[in-house]
């Protein structure tokens, strides 16, 4: 290919990497040439002089830019568009507009409603002054005019939306209309023209949610659920029919608690039943602590549902890693389904007093103590006998560790279990081996205070939100992760990057995909490249994800050394968001992603650091639905 050529005809030239090319085949060493965003030439041995630049991947994968097809990063890019957690980690591809949640129809500021600050708080945690600084700068109120300001943003990945219900019923209802009353016609006929404008405008999808702890967090409504959850079935069908006919995705949450009406609308996905299929990406194929084996019915029902008996197009999206989650005191998605704690979270993020005051009565500690029980791995109940747990958690004192942001530094990395039996051996008169910032914790405590959960509500009351900890609530054994993560009815995905900007971090969820194939050889890898990459793409109606000749040329250069020895767990850590001026909590994969390149401009470079063109140049851009 180099024959004829001319000197300088190539940005970036690429040599001798073992290439993945996401087709899942086993991997080559050749060449790849960049110029002008996109991919001019692949081969070996293809010719330094025609390259400004030349470089050496010798000993290196390359492969497609990665997708990330479950985030919620449609916030963080108005106030930080290079959205470097995802880019540091090999992701130039992210789709947005997740559990009817999204920014399609701007801030949709009316009637003295603030819908994003609304949604978003407490769904995806996410503090009220740091969702005001990303309203403050939406400036669009239609989905058409959404897509094209991507274009006049320093946008780093591609970004890929869908569009969100709760969103969609506030355009035409309002909040408050949405919770509390039925669409008319006249409101039904409206979305369903709003929903088929984002079609033929390209979106790739529409997002609804189930899940029973999603509450909205402004007055008057703090104790009811976001506005996808008021619709009933005729208006689902009606605006999934109009989906199913674009031949787009629906992107999807189970109700836990009305297991029959999930399972009933999960096989809406059947092209035997409804004459043409419909794609379904639901979440989540877990191995939930709280009901183990689980995860091999819900494989099973996708299989089920993917049959030529059914002909569905439906997968569960899958974590690749264990399923750590943070609290600050009660400030933690799982604390949303317990009553006792979930009305501690409706009060306002700064008041203290407020909360304390309600844990203080009588009434909210005995509330908490059946919580406690509810979720406990003892719990008698027999749903629980029958793998149906009270929650989808499980609240076992050995398994929550205490994070070092606590004040009390003699508990940092203890378990919440070994502190309690601490406090125990002080209230039965033990004298010696306590530090003295616990025994002013221990000495504070009521006289009352004579169990597990007891001592838990205490360290509530006196630390609040600094009270710190952690829990694996799924995903414990690596090898059901990986049957998971590799099954044909799952692509791997769920990080929610971008949400629970304190509780969560899997930014780097595609790496620890690719770190698992490794254990099992190249072949495996070049499976996990393809689900990564070519899969997702595929199912979502997007042009990325290959290194063919005129592709955008969105390029990962990993170390198989420092991916093989990478610890995940060991590098998640808060750090200063300037942005959101907040801490945010964040991977460091340093080492394992050499470069990324966007739209040909290497946006990561060797030496762990961005390069200046990523969050200043316009690089990804808005994808739309190919078909």
């Known amino acids: 290919m180099a024959d004829g050529g001319t000197v300088g005809q ?43 630049q030349v470089v050496d991947a010798d000993g290196l994968w390359l492969m497609p830019g990665l997708l990330d097809i479950h985030t919620h990063l449609d916030l963080e890019v108005e106030v930080n568009p290079g959205l470097g957690e995802a880019v540091r ?23 003295g409603e603030s819908p994003i600050i609304d949604c978003f708080t407490r769904v995806e945690n996410m503090p009220k002054r740091v969702l005001q600084k990303c309203v403050d700068k939406m400036h669009w109120n ?32 309002g909040v408050d209309a949405s919770v509390s009353r039925e669409p008319t016609q006249a409101e039904r006929d409206e979305m369903v023209r709003l929903l088929n404008q984002a079609m033929d405008q390209g979106y790739i999808g529409f997002s609804t949610d189930s899940i029973i702890f ?67 990406s639901a979440l989540t194929a877990l191995d939930f602590k709280s009901t183990p084996g689980a995860w091999k019915r819900l494989l099973r029902l996708a299989a089920l549902l993917n049959s030529t008996l059914l002909n569905g197009r439906f997968h569960f999206q899958a974590l690749s890693t264990n399923f750590r989650m943070w609290g600050n005191g009660v400030q933690a998605p799982i604390f949303e389904e317990l009553p006792s704690t979930r009305a501690l979270i409706a009060y ?39 793998g149906v747990p009270s929650a989808t958690f499980v609240l ?39 530090n003295a910032d616990e025994l002013e914790v221990f000495g504070k405590a009521p006289p009352d205070c004579d169990s597990l959960p007891d001592f838990f509500a ?10 710190r900890w952690w829990l694996d609530v799924a995903n414990l054994d690596e090898s059901i992760t990986d049957q998971i993560l590799f099954d044909a009815n799952t692509l791997p995905g769920f990080n929610d990057s971008g949400a629970h900007i304190t509780n969560l971090a899997f930014y780097d969820g595609n790496l620890l995909t690719l770190k698992l194939a490794q254990k099992r050889g190249l072949d495996r890898v070049a499976l996990a490249v393809k689900r990564l990459t070519r899969d997702p793409a595929a199912f979502f109606n997007l042009d990325v994800g290959n290194l063919n000749i005129g592709q955008q040329a969105d390029i990962v250069l990993v170390d198989p050394e420092q991916l093989r020895d990478y610890d995940s767990n060991g590098q998640r850590q808060l750090v200063y968001n300037p942005e959101f001026e907040h801490e945010v909590l964040v991977n460091r994969s340093d080492g394992v992603v050499r470069e990324v390149y966007i739209r040909g401009q290497r946006v990561w470079e060797e030496g762990d650091r961005f390069t200046p063109v990523l969050g200043s140049e316009t690089l990804g851009r808005a994808l739309t639905a190919v078909n």
């Not at 991507?150 to 709760?166: D, K, Q, T, Y």
């Open 10 to 52: 190539w940005d970036t030239l690429i040599k001798n990497a073992l290439v993945f090319d996401g087709s899942g085949e086993l991997p080559v060493v050749e060449d790849i040439a960049l110029a002008s965003g996109q991919i001019a030439a692949r081969g070996q041995n293809l010719g330094s002089e025609l390259a400004a």
């Open 89 to 111: 980690h090999g992701t130039t591809t992210v789709i947005v507009g997740n559990c009817s949640l999204g920014t399609a129809f701007g801030a949709q500021l009316k009637n």
């Open 142 to 173: 239609t989905t058409g005019d959404y897509l094209k300001h991507f274009s006049s943003i320093p946008l780093g990945p591609n970004i890929a939306p869908l569009l969100p219900h709760s969103m969609l019923r506030t355009q035409v209802m």
């Open 214 to 280: 999603h509450y909205l967090a402004n007055d008057p409504h703090k104790e009811k659920r976001i506005p996808t959850q008021f619709a009933d079935e005729a208006e689902l069908k009606t605006l999934l029919q109009v989906v199913r006919d674009r031949d787009r995705v629906w992107q999807a949450t189970p109700d836990s608690k009305n297991m029959f009406t999930t399972l009933r609308r999960f096989f809406w996905t059947s092209g035997r039943l409804f004459g043409k299929p419909l794609r379904v």
């Open 348 to 386: 306002e993020i700064d008041d203290r007093d407020g909360r304390r005051a309600l844990m203080e009565t009588a009434e909210w500690q005995a509330q908490f103590r059946r919580d406690w029980d509810a979720v406990s791995p003892k719990a008698p109940s027999l749903l629980n006998r029958l």
């Open 396 to 434: 076992d004192p050995d398994d929550i560790v205490i994070d070092p942001v606590t004040p009390v530094p003699s508990w940092h990395h203890q378990k919440l279990s070994s502190v309690y039996q601490r406090f125990r051996a002080f209230r039965q008169g033990q004298k010696e081996g306590f």
């Open 458 to 467: 205490h360290c509530l009351r006196e630390f609040d939100l600094d009270f």
